[in-house]
């Protein structure tokens, strides 16, 4: 299941940030993007009854998309997360408890790095990606020339990621980009204008499907 979860997760090529929505609103939200095509959803535990949510989603999309917690500060965390029905774990920082709990359930761990070092450090301690955070600071050059010597390690930009860089960041060698406020525009949530948040979730699929497209000439 883990290994379907992650292909899954990758295929789809975003996994959409999920940050303090409306409780009343997160699981059409969260419809929405699936309907558009997004395979992948994180919901932060900072947000309203993360753990209700994370629970009620991942019954509600069963096989349609994988669902996780992010903001996992720390082991016990992620263990909470996992018992209500969490498919992955995201992490700002690498913590080898928190990996070593995802793995031992069977759960893709997916911890943050910036640097080198830490991606590789990462990846030796069980992560299944990485996630290049902040990636604004970094931006997709960073991606490419990283992928030089760590070419099997598979990174996922998260932070600053936009409809514009998107194809971009994918071009340069990313499996995948973490995607927030870009895609979870608060003007459209707020006057529910669910058409136009699917749309614009099928935009942000379409650029993966781009960026791959430039690879593959590319090589």
Not at 70 to 96: K, R
Not at 109 to 118: A, H, K, N
Not at 134 to 159: Q, R
Request: proline share 3%; with cysteine.
């Amino acid at each position: 299941m883990k290994q379907e979860n992650l292909t899954k997760m990758m295929d789809g090529g975003i996994v959409a940030v999920v940050r303090k929505i409306d409780r009343n609103k997160v699981i059409k939200v969260i419809e929405c993007l699936i309907d558009g095509g997004i395979t992948a959803v994180e919901v932060t535990l900072d947000s309203e009854d993360a753990l209700g949510v994370l629970k009620e989603a991942s019954q509600t999309f069963r096989g349609r998309a994988v669902i996780g917690a992010g903001t996992v500060l720390d082991e016990q965390s992620a263990n909470i997360a996992i018992h209500a029905g969490a498919d992955f774990i995201f992490a700002p920082t690498i913590d080898e408890g928190t990996i070593k709990l995802a793995n031992r359930y069977g759960k893709i761990v997916i911890p943050g790095v910036f640097t080198p070092t830490e991606i590789l450090n990462a990846q030796e301690c069980g992560a299944d990606l990485v996630k290049v955070f902040p990636a604004s600071v970094l931006g997709p050059k960073f991606i490419k020339d990283v992928k030089g010597p760590l070419n099997h390690v598979n990174m996922m930009p998260t932070g600053g990621v936009n409809l514009h860089n998107t194809a971009e960041y994918i071009r340069a060698g990313a499996v995948a980009v973490g995607v927030g406020g870009s895609l979870l525009q608060k003007e459209l949530i707020d006057q529910e204008r669910w058409g136009d948040l699917e749309t614009l979730a099928r935009d942000y699929t379409e650029e993966v499907q781009k960026g791959r497209a430039a690879l593959v000439s590319s090589n």
